[in-house]
């Protein structure tokens, strides 16, 4: 896979298709529904309320410290009117991403680890956009969720040559990025965004699969980028690694530098492990 990035997101698709895992039905109509012009709120509900479980995630994950609400949610239809439409797709998209997650079973790779350092850096980046004063904070959650999705794909379809590139890593302390390109000569962020727009997944959650390793490097969506970054990197740092990763390195760039300045960085070490524990349950 050496061509030009359009090329080398068709290969991917081409080589992978059996390994990408197809989003909940409910996740993909929520999307249909919400890219309509005259969409009702009913039909969002009604949608949701055919699915008990994920209705029962909504209000769990509503009501947890993640989103801070000042008062309880106890419908779904109060959920859409007190946090809006936007937070909603978030949280049926995050859970689907975590469900799509458990699907693959691999005795080389620690799905629960996975899965806890995504919840991780989740939280932490919706913590870090929150204090910063960021409005709208759609989309933090779920880029947090779903930033190393290519690494699961990756080892899933490859699994001896994936253990080799994360011993790799290991052995010359490098970042689990470069000891796959080392291996394979592409790595996980070129899968994740070839997958997120194979599920037709909004550009700025693609900018994150695609560039969190290296913030200056996107055109676009520089803020949201470099939020994942940092958050991906202050999760590794406190504890809540993915299994690979035995390198951190924090690039800087407007974003990050105004970050690593804020007193919500200090906060994030000393909250982190209560939000984890507030939230972890919702994701079961």
Request: net charge positive; charged share 20%.
């Given at each position: 896979m050496k061509s030009k990035p359009k090329k080398i997101k068709q290969e991917v698709i081409e080589l992978l298709g059996s390994y990408i895992p197809s989003l909940p039905r409910v996740a993909t109509e929520l999307q249909r529904i919400i890219s309509e012009e005259d969409f009702s709120y009913t039909k969002v509900e009604d949608l949701i309320m055919?699915?008990?479980?994920?209705?029962?995630?909504?209000?769990?994950?509503?009501?947890?410290?993640?989103?801070?609400?000042?008062?309880?949610?106890?419908?779904?239809?109060?959920?859409?009117?007190?946090?809006?439409?936007?937070?909603?797709?978030?949280?049926?998209?995050?859970?689907?991403?975590?469900?799509?997650?458990?699907?693959?079973?691999?005795?080389?790779?620690?799905?629960?680890?996975?899965?806890?350092?995504?919840?991780?850096?989740?939280?932490?980046?919706r913590y870090l956009a929150s204090n910063m004063g960021i409005n709208p904070l759609e989309g933090y959650f779920v880029a947090g969720l779903i930033h190393d999705l290519g690494q699961i794909i990756m080892a899933k379809?490859?699994?001896?040559?994936?253990?080799?590139?994360?011993?790799?890593?290991?052995s010359k302390n490098l970042t689990t990025s470069n000891a796959e390109q080392e291996i394979f000569k592409f790595d996980h962020t070129i899968i994740a965004q070839a997958v997120l727009e194979h599920w037709k997944m909004p550009k700025a959650l693609q900018a994150v699969a695609r560039y969190h390793h290296n913030p200056g490097m996107a055109d676009q969506f520089q803020q949201e980028v470099s939020i994942i970054h940092l958050s991906d990197a202050i999760v590794e740092a406190i504890g809540y690694s993915s299994g690979g990763e035995s390198y951190i390195k924090i690039e800087c760039t407007r974003v990050t530098e105004a970050l690593i300045s804020h007193p919500s960085i200090e906060n994030l070490f000393e909250e982190i492990d209560f939000l984890m524990e507030t939230s972890s349950s919702s994701y079961e």
């Open positions: 055919q699915d008990t479980a994920l209705a029962a995630k909504i209000l769990k994950i509503a009501n947890s410290p993640v989103y801070g609400l000042s008062r309880e949610v106890e419908s779904i239809s109060q959920a859409m009117m007190i946090m809006g439409m936007h937070e909603i797709k978030e949280i049926v998209m995050g859970t689907a991403c975590v469900d799509a997650f458990k699907k693959f079973n691999m005795k080389h790779f620690d799905i629960n680890k996975f899965c806890k350092h995504a919840l991780a850096c989740a939280v932490s980046a379809a490859f699994p001896e040559a994936y253990v080799k590139s994360l011993d790799l890593a290991v």
